[in-house]
């Protein structure tokens, strides 16, 4: 889940800075909470099953409820199809769009915000005039101003003092300026030559887009000279905030799709541009998830480990664990919505088929920690920019590795900052060993080394940090999002290989069925965001 939807130290920090984080650190409290990481290792250490104690029958059972599933079951409701389970692992529903609180104070678990949506995003957009987030004024579309980002929005905290905006721009040369500009005039072309949309529901591509999904971000920028550490920094931030790996490891495609999907890369200096637009909350993008699970009521099934899909010719059957019962139920359906990540997909369904097999091979997933750190009231500020709602402290690329954070309460209309909630992220996909290495180490370590690790880095921005918080709760994602690799195939997510499509039908190809499943959530996009996955989960439903 990137930050939105969803890199534990590369280079460690010196050990002095973490002893000297621990020494002041002791009087905050904290551990692990939000994901149940036995649940999951359950299913994998397991061999043998129980026979099922008890067999409910329903028209259609949902595999998963992290936001594709939530989005199917809302297109199940809106075509009047009310018989259906939906089977969710954790104890709340939303995956990796779930919220969370720290000393009564709302906070994100995972991705927390929504850029607004364009035209290419219909589902997403008719979602948000749902839900009351825009209406048509005088043949206009408005959104409501409660729920888009305060301003300021965000800054960077760089040669010791914060600047507006992400880019580095403070004291840099006419060097990496000019290299500034000559990456805005390559995106530039980039748009010009193909369409960039989101959700990229599985289009074609043009040739220069099949060209940057064969090659890493970094040869990209190294084959148009583009050096300067700055710029690099800077796409290196992006990409690991939004796909869980830096330029090294995302595929160029990404890295330009980052920006010629949305408003393109502007220059300083170049004409003005407004920024781009989005929806944020206290808790994160559990508001919206919160709101597809409640009109569920029981249809919704926490608590439940899905071990087993299979089809026959009458039906499907999925078996799952029910961690409160602690007995194997068996679920009887028309048909089933497999929303689940492909790696456990293509463990629990049965004679799997062969574009689902595939698509596991190919998939790389980024482990993440989502930090949240409550404070008992505000920092004391350096100069420059005011506090923003994202924070970012630069660092040398493959250097700090933390991707700053965000002020639970920046969307309060509070007139005199108080106590607040920073919720701090680390993408784990560029460890050195890889992703698994990273997922070990999130497994590995005490919370406490997070909590000095985290202390060291932020307190080079903000040194009365450590005193002033009081509680830390962290959250584990061994495999928060797929990493949008290069491809040999010279192709975008994970959908049926060519060779493969000429064995689907044309409805099969288009909403990933197979026989009496369907499959639906965004590692199919490659890339993990909330767009991705809402769309995805709208098809398989509808």
Not at 299 to 320: F, I, P, S
Not at 435 to 451: M, S
Request: aromatic share 8%; glycine share 10%.
């Amino acid at each position: 889940m990137k930050r939105r939807s969803f890199l534990a130290a590369a280079a460690p920090l010196p050990l002095w800075a973490c002893s000297a984080a621990s020494e002041s650190a002791a009087h905050i409290t904290g551990g692990f909470t939000g994901i149940q990481v036995e649940r999951g290792h359950q299913l994998r250490d397991s061999t043998a099953w129980l026979t099922p104690a008890v067999t409910r029958r329903t028209h259609t059972v949902i595999a998963g409820g992290g936001v594709a599933g939530l989005a199917a079951a809302q297109a199940l409701r809106l075509r009047g199809q009310d018989d259906f389970a939906l089977l969710e692992l954790e104890d709340s529903a939303g995956g990796n769009a779930r919220g969370g609180t720290v000393g009564g104070m709302a906070c994100p678990l995972g991705a927390h915000y929504l850029p607004l949506p364009s035209d290419d995003a219909p589902e997403v957009q008719d979602l948000l005039e749902e839900l009351g987030l825009r209406q048509r004024v005088a043949g206009r579309w408005q959104y409501d101003e409660r729920h888009l980002c305060h301003s300021p929005q965000e800054r960077l905290f760089f040669n010791g003092t914060w600047q507006d905006g992400l880019l580095p721009v403070q004291g840099v040369g006419e060097s990496t300026l000019a290299q500034y500009r000559r990456f805005a005039a390559l995106v530039e072309q980039a748009r010009q030559s193909a369409k960039w949309t989101i959700p990229i529901r599985n289009r074609p591509l043009a040739q220069v887009q099949r060209a940057l999904a064969a090659m890493t971000f970094i040869a990209y920028l190294e084959q148009h000279g583009l050096t300067d550490p700055h710029l690099r920094w800077y796409l290196d931030y992006c990409c690991r905030d939004d796909y869980g790996a830096g330029i090294a490891t995302v595929s160029a495609w990404a890295g330009v799709h980052y920006f010629a999907s949305r408003h393109g890369f502007h220059a300083p200096g170049t004409e003005s541009v407004e920024r781009e637009g989005l929806l944020t909350w206290p808790e994160g993008n559990a508001w919206l998830t919160r709101r597809l699970a409640a009109p569920l009521g029981d249809r919704l099934r926490t608590g439940c480990v899905v071990l087993r899909v299979a089809q026959g010719r009458y039906g499907v059957e999925v078996d799952a664990f029910n961690t409160a019962t602690q007995q194997v139920e068996r679920w009887q359906a028309q048909q089933a919505i497999v929303a689940l990540p492909i790696f456990i997909a293509a463990r629990v369904v049965e004679g799997a088929p062969e574009f689902l097999r595939q698509a596991a091979e190919r998939v790389v997933y980024a482990p993440w920690l989502v930090a949240n750190l409550q404070l008992r009231e505000p920092l004391r500020d350096r100069p420059g920019a005011a506090p923003s709602w994202d924070n970012v402290i630069y660092g040398e690329t493959g250097g700090t590795q933390g991707l700053g954070y965000v002020d639970a309460m920046h969307q309060s209309l509070q007139p005199v900052p108080g106590a607040t909630v920073l919720t701090h992220y680390r993408a784990l996909g560029d460890v050195p060993g890889g992703p698994a290495a990273g997922r070990r180490q999130l497994l590995a370590q005490p919370w406490t080394h997070w909590r000095d690790t985290l202390l060291a880095e932020l307190a080079a921005a903000h040194p009365d940090l450590p005193a002033k918080a009081t509680r830390l709760e962290l959250t584990r994602y061994g495999h928060a999002m797929a990493i949008p690799v290069p491809s040999n195939s010279g192709q975008i997510g994970l959908w049926p290989l060519q060779n493969m499509r000429e064995q689907l039908s044309k409805k099969e190809q288009l909403s990933l069925a197979h026989g009496r499943l369907r499959f639906a959530h965004s590692d199919w996009a490659g890339y993990s965001i909330f767009e991705e996955a809402f769309t995805l989960g709208h098809w398989a439903g509808a």
